[in-house]
């Protein structure tokens, strides 16, 4: 998802702004839309889609 135009990974949480070169894919999860970092994609692909946050949870693990 997007906070204050940082992008931060719905799995990993992993924000773009640590320094980091990292591609977020932006994807669909439980009818809204979420960003998934490219290290992350495959953990969702091969494991379960229940690995991706929705946006309530990223917020609210990030203590927003
Ligand atoms: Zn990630």
């Given at each position: 998802m997007e906070i204050n135009n940082v992008q931060v990974c719905n799995v990993c949480l992993s924000?773009?702004?640590d320094g980091e070169k990292?591609?977020?894919v932006?994807?669909?999860?439980?009818?809204?839309?979420?960003?998934?970092c490219?290290?992350?994609?495959?953990?969702?692909?091969h494991e379960s889609g229940e690995l991706v946050k929705?946006?309530?949870?990223v917020?609210?693990?990030?203590g927003l």
């Amino acid at each position: 998802m997007e906070i204050n135009n940082v992008q931060v990974c719905n799995v990993c949480l992993s924000p773009s702004d640590d320094g980091e070169k990292r591609v977020y894919v932006k994807a669909l999860c439980g009818g809204e839309e979420v960003l998934i970092c490219t290290s992350c994609i495959p953990r969702v692909i091969h494991e379960s889609g229940e690995l991706v946050k929705s946006n309530a949870e990223v917020k609210a693990t990030l203590g927003l």
